[in-house]
Antibody, heavy 122, light 107 residues
């Protein structure tokens, strides 16, 4: 059974850096074809992809947020960390991590964490 | 274009069939996956690889693609299918794209 869980602060101040951790089980980020992604969703709005990291340390970032994002992995701990710099109230959202899986039909986000709501306010 | 466009809202009578569509150039090259999201819950994968259902997803959910349009069809919609639905694909660089979501109301 695959599970993912996001952890991190629920409230950050404007200009601060947000650090979120995704802890997962049921798969390994050292297995070929496997990735973990971060997706966010502002209240009442659509899903927005942020970043992805693959088993071979290939890293992908949303072009619109690339300058503010860093994604890393710790394979031994089954964790992926996302940092977002210079947080702003518009970054208030539920942040999800998801298991990105290659099935032969392409990659897809097969399993998701429950999400963590991060509010940005002074 | 690196966008996916969905109708904001769609409604269907209980037991009838509804098609939710997603348009974008990326769908000519990369199949769509579809997620169902109910209030307060994380997205749930319902269709991947054009028309494959994960274990536990009812067979009333199906997917298809034609040209630049992907479709999610619910045949015999149930009350519990009322939710937001998001399509997802990849751009030419392999980066994920999400549609803006469709709110499905079951009447």
């Amino acid at each position: 059974q695959i599970t993912l869980k996001e952890s991190g602060p629920t409230l950050v101040k404007p200009t601060q850096t947000l650090t979120l951790t995704c802890t997962f089980s049921g798969f390994s980020l050292s297995t070929s074809g496997v990735g973990v992604g971060w997706i966010r969703q502002p209240p009442g709005k659509a899903l927005e992809w942020l970043a992805l990291i693959y088993w071979d340390d290939d890293k992908r970032y949303s072009p619109s947020l690339k300058s503010r994002l860093t994604i890393t992995k710790d394979t031994s701990k089954n964790q992926v960390v996302l940092t977002v710099t210079n947080m702003d109230p518009v970054d208030t959202a539920t942040y999800y991590c998801a298991h990105d899986y290659w099935s032969g039909y392409g990659y897809y986000f097969a399993s998701w964490g429950q999400g963590t709501l991060v509010s940005v306010s002074s | 274009s690196s966008e996916l466009t969905q109708d904001p809202a769609v409604s269907v009578a209980l037991g009838q069939t509804v098609k939710i569509t997603c348009q974008g150039d990326s769908l000519r090259h990369y199949s769509a996956s579809w997620f169902q999201q109910k209030p307060g819950q994380a997205p749930l994968l319902v269709i991947y690889g054009r028309n494959n259902r994960p274990s536990g997803i009812p067979d009333r959910f199906s997917g298809s693609t034609s040209g630049n349009t992907g479709s999610l069809t619910i045949t015999g919609a149930q009350a519990e299918d009322e939710a937001d639905y998001y399509c997802n694909s990849r751009d030419t660089s392999g980066n994920p794209l999400f549609g803006g979501g469709t709110k499905l109301t079951v009447l």
